[in-house]
């Protein structure tokens, strides 16, 4: 089993940047990959990116591609994501979670172990 927590969600204004955290515990050897979601109010949880947690190798929707980088400290069992010229849109809770066995691809099913969230809002 492996634990998730993540932080760093802020409410910010527009063209901002944050840093989101995703700190692991448990068997977390026992991953393939690392996954961010967002959910936004009214809508459903949808993937920003994930890492494979061995190579490192990232991998975005096509929203975050240029805006949003994901990385991985092993030594840490922590992932973070890197969000720059947040935008309104942007305004969801944002999750990690887990994928064991590849592919994991964009969708919902294949990730677990699902953190908590932390907020992230956009406003002037």
């Known amino acids: 089993q492996v634990r998730l927590v993540e932080s760093g969600g802020d409410m910010v204004q527009p063209g901002s940047s944050l840093r989101l955290s995703c700190a692991a515990s448990?068997?977390?050897?026992?991953?393939?990959?690392m996954g961010w979601f967002r959910q936004a109010p009214g809508k459903e949880r949808e993937f920003v990116a994930a890492?494979?947690?061995?190579?490192?190798?990232?991998y975005y929707a096509k929203s975050a591609q240029g805006q949003f980088t994901v990385s991985r400290d092993t030594a840490k069992n922590t992932v973070y994501l890197q969000m720059n010229n947040l935008k309104p849109e942007d305004t969801a809770v944002y999750y990690c979670?887990?994928?064991?066995?590849?592919?994991?691809?964009?969708?919902?099913?294949?990730?677990?172990?699902w953190g908590q969230g932390t907020q992230v809002t956009v406003s002037s």
């Open positions: 448990g068997r977390i050897l026992n991953t393939y990959a």
């Open positions: 979670a887990t994928c064991r066995h590849s592919p994991c691809g964009s969708t919902l099913d294949p990730y677990s172990n």
């Open positions: 890492i494979t947690w061995i190579g490192g190798a990232p």
